[in-house]
């Protein structure tokens, strides 16, 4: 690749990294606060506390419902008009719906209507994302070169740790800026606004760039297939890939579970164990720190191990990373009741970085299974498809599993997923090297 091209690509990867953070951001700032905050703004405080927070995170829980029909209506325009287009629209809805959510007057102003509004913006949410994260991934993966396309994906990737990184940041700085009373009474709004701001810088750069090469051609009519004809945009591409992909869409998703039940399990429901655990008595800036710290370490190790696919084989790092983490959750409980700091942000870093191993070559993955003029559509459906059966659920999931019968069956839980992933993987074909201009 020469100098000009090495220095486009990296534009395209660094844009594509700033747009999906921001993005993320907006996501994630929803679950830190629906584990942290929204159980006392949005709702009654006569209930149990086990109660208070099943119904906060079913609200988190909204988001991924609309995930898969967010994938299905911007993978549609993404591969009827472009993937830059589309990916700007779905920033712009992200940024709208944070920004009101923190606008939002609370259950002693409202009553019932606070909780309702909220799940109402928090499918907003969901749209958006289920749009985003196919767009930022095409953007990249499909202009890279195929021996670099594992390590140049890993930039959209990367956008998920830094969102939670950026979310943490937000709500400890507000934290320790404000009194408890204050925070907890209108400072934890002041992360959701800010992020309009942040969408509107985003957006700017995301317009400034072309659409990807593989689009362009498809668009042009020159996408040459096996059978020596031309690939044209097609008019109904959603309808197109279930009906040529349905096997390669469900399997997708389920190499995805593992990723989405131990991510959630790690950047919210831990938030929520540390600072309610009977066992043992942590801070809410402590669990946020040791999130924060370990969001950190899996931006290297996602890049590395990206890397490594392009070398091995997207399968075999991807089934490393399933196996060390369904491993990995047998031990993560056991560190965390230790109370120590240190062993705190082990438990959570080492969650994370055995997760860096799946979510980092995944964008070179999903990117291969399926031929330019579906790719979106067939790539976000099995994303978001595997978000909402892994991700949707997973922390009140692993409330229900602990407040029922014990914290060993959310390890079990962790452990289930990544058997089920391994499973899908083992159905699915080594796409490193493919020609995406098939």
């Known amino acids: ?233 097609v008019k109904s591409p959603v309808i197109e890939v279930l009906r040529r992909y349905p096997k390669r869409i469900v399997l997708a998703a389920g190499a995805f579970l593992s990723i989405q039940v131990t991510f959630y399990i790690l950047i919210a429901f831990v938030v929520a164990y540390g600072v309610n655990s009977p066992t043992v008595t942590l801070s809410r800036d402590m669990m946020l720190t040791a999130v924060l710290v370990a969001a950190a370490i899996m931006v290297p190790s996602q890049f590395y191990f990206s890397g490594l696919s392009d070398r091995l084989g997207r399968k075999t790092v991807y089934r490393w990373g399933a196996i060390l983490t369904g491993l990995w959750g047998f031990a993560l409980f056991p560190l965390i009741d230790t109370g120590d700091p240190i062993l705190i942000c082990v438990a959570v870093t080492m969650g994370l970085v055995f997760l860096g191993m799946q979510y980092g070559p995944q964008a070179a993955f999903f990117t291969e299974l399926f031929s330019t003029e579906v790719r979106y559509s067939g790539a976000s459906l099995g994303y978001q498809l595997g978000a909402i059966v892994g991700g949707a659920l997973a922390p009140t999931i692993a409330v229900l599993l602990w407040n029922n019968f014990g914290i060993f069956w959310v390890s079990v839980y962790i452990a289930l997923a990544a058997i089920l992933t391994l499973i899908s993987l083992s159905q699915l074909t080594e796409t490193q090297g493919s020609d995406l201009m098939e």
């Open 1 to 233: 690749m020469s100098q000009e091209k090495t220095k486009d690509m990296r534009k395209v990867a660094l844009t594509s990294l700033s747009g999906t953070s921001i993005e993320w951001y907006d996501f994630f700032l929803y679950g830190t606060a629906a584990a942290v905050i929204f159980p006392k703004a949005f709702f009654p405080q006569d209930l149990p506390t086990m109660v208070v927070l099943i119904a906060s995170f079913s609200t988190f829980a909204v988001g991924f419902l609309a995930r898969p029909l967010g994938g299905a209506i911007f993978g549609h325009f993404g591969d009827r008009v472009g993937r830059k287009k589309t990916l700007v629209v779905a920033l712009m809805m992200m940024g709208v719906a944070t920004t009101l959510i923190g606008f939002l007057p609370t259950y002693q102003s409202i009553g019932v209507m606070a909780p309702l509004l909220l799940v109402v913006l928090r499918f907003v949410q969901g749209l958006a994302i289920g749009g985003q994260w196919g767009g930022a991934m095409l953007l990249v993966t499909e202009s890279a070169p195929k021996d670099q396309r594992g390590w140049y994906g890993a930039y959209a990737q990367a956008g998920a740790p830094v969102g939670v990184i950026l979310a943490n940041l937000a709500f400890l700085g507000v934290s320790a800026s404000l009194s408890e009373a204050d925070f907890m009474d209108w400072g934890w709004r002041l992360p959701f606004i800010a992020s309009f701001v942040l969408i509107l810088i985003s957006m700017y750069v995301q317009l400034k760039l072309e659409d990807t090469p593989a689009f362009k051609a498809l668009a042009a009519n020159q996408v040459p297939t096996d059978t020596a004809q031309q690939t044209t945009v």
